[in-house]
């Protein structure tokens, strides 16, 4: 066959950025307008409100910067923390890698723990370390909820646990780029200080808004923070946002499109939402089984419902699956990173996603290994998650 263009569309299964539901595009499609308008605020107020209901707290301050989730981290270390202050970040994948980059460029005194790729956050460690520091000069400890790179999330509430044990003042930042919104999150019962994410997972939007919680403890660390800010400033946004502005000119159609995305994930309902997301990862999973396969996820505690990282045997280069399934199958399939670069490729399955849609990502991905020369049976993977989906579909009927 020829190299021309394959008809239909293209099939996006990376972990973020995920599938835009058509009614959320709808919803972004609008005409400029005045953003210190009287009537903004109707717009702006009920997306705090209902983002405390998303990361479940009572007292927190929710904020939305135009940004990344990478610029929500620099938000959340520049507002709390002074040059050289200690924080403990444990190493496990390349996105608890890059929290620990930033936190050095920006010049913190990062406690660097160094765990295998295919584990979390590792809460004994940081409570030995957390006891020994006896003058408290750690001053957080930066959390990964789920680490894309390899597919595994923590548990945060242990990480809470073995701050108290420790009976330590440090504060509990979190990641939750690729988690809020398709994992359950406890803000105030896992007493994190600060949790990030970002808009383009499980908001189901594009890439460009930071979308943060934090604590009042964290808030109150602020008035002596000595780090420079200037565009992530809580206390502008702060100030703006109680009558519902921004103190710069906010990212408009992304606001419409959050506040459609809200509207999505409340309609199904936050418990079906996580749910949902739990009972695709299963057949996901019980596809690379029936492969002969294993996650990167090194125990079945470590597995993340929202992104599966797949080792291919040795001897085969993963980037192929990958290249393959695109060209070939127009297919997205999630890449490996740093140390699993090559050894890994990963399927998103979070945000706008039903059985159906992760059927043919399965079915692309084993057509793409088996082109490659992978040994795997043809169909094993889908029968397998069809097994899972069909014991308990998502929609009785």
Not at 168 to 195: I, N
Request: charged share 20%; net charge negative.
């Amino acid at each position: 066959m020829s190299n021309s263009r394959i008809p239909g569309r293209n099939f996006l299964f990376v972990p973020g950025p995920t599938n835009i539901p058509d009614r959320i595009l709808r919803a972004m499609h609008v005409v400029s307008e005045d953003h210190r308008s009287p009537k903004f605020p109707e717009l702006t107020l009920p997306l705090f409100t209902q983002l405390k209901k998303v990361f479940k707290t009572e007292s927190g301050q929710a904020f939305i910067f135009p940004a990344s989730g990478t610029g929500g981290w620099e938000a959340a270390i520049t507002n709390t923390l002074s040059p050289g202050d200690k924080v403990i970040a444990q190493r496990f994948g390349q996105f608890t890698h890059l929290w620990i980059d930033l936190a050095k460029r920006i010049g913190l005194d990062v406690i660097e723990q160094d765990e295998e790729w295919g584990v979390g956050n590792n809460a004994e460690r940081i409570e030995e370390t957390l006891k020994a520091d006896k003058n408290h000069e750690i001053k957080a400890v930066f959390a990964t909820h789920n680490e894309t790179a390899t597919g595994v999330t923590s548990d945060i509430g242990a990480v809470r646990k073995a701050i108290d044990n420790a009976k330590h003042p440090a504060m509990l930042f979190v990641d939750g780029v690729s988690s809020v919104g398709s994992l359950d999150f406890k803000q105030d019962e896992w007493g994190v200080d600060v949790a990030v994410s970002g808009s383009q997972k499980g908001f189901m939007l594009p890439a460009g808004l930071a979308i943060m919680s934090v604590s009042q403890k964290a808030l109150q660390a602020g008035e002596t923070a000595k780090l420079h800010r200037a565009y992530f400033d809580f206390q502008d946004h702060i100030k703006a946002n109680a009558t519902g502005y921004f103190p710069y000119t906010p990212a408009l159609p992304l606001l419409y499109g959050l506040r459609e995305s809200l509207n999505v994930l409340f309609e199904e309902g936050l418990d079906q939402v996580y749910a949902r997301h739990h009972h695709l990862a299963e057949g996901v999973r019980a596809a690379v089984a029936a492969w002969g396969l294993k996650p990167c996820a090194k125990e079945a505690k470590w597995n993340s419902d929202t992104v599966t990282a797949i080792v291919v045997p040795e001897g085969f280069d993963a980037a192929k699956v990958i290249e393959i399934a695109y060209k070939r199958y127009n297919l997205a399939l999630g890449a490996g990173l740093n140390k699993v670069a090559g050894k890994v490729f990963r399927i998103g399955h979070l945000g706008d996603l039903n059985e159906l849609m992760l059927l043919g990502a399965i079915a692309g991905a084993e057509m793409a290994m088996l082109d490659v020369g992978i040994p795997v049976t043809a169909g094993s993977g889908v029968a397998a998650a069809q097994a899972v989906y069909r014991a308990n579909p998502l929609l009785q009927v």
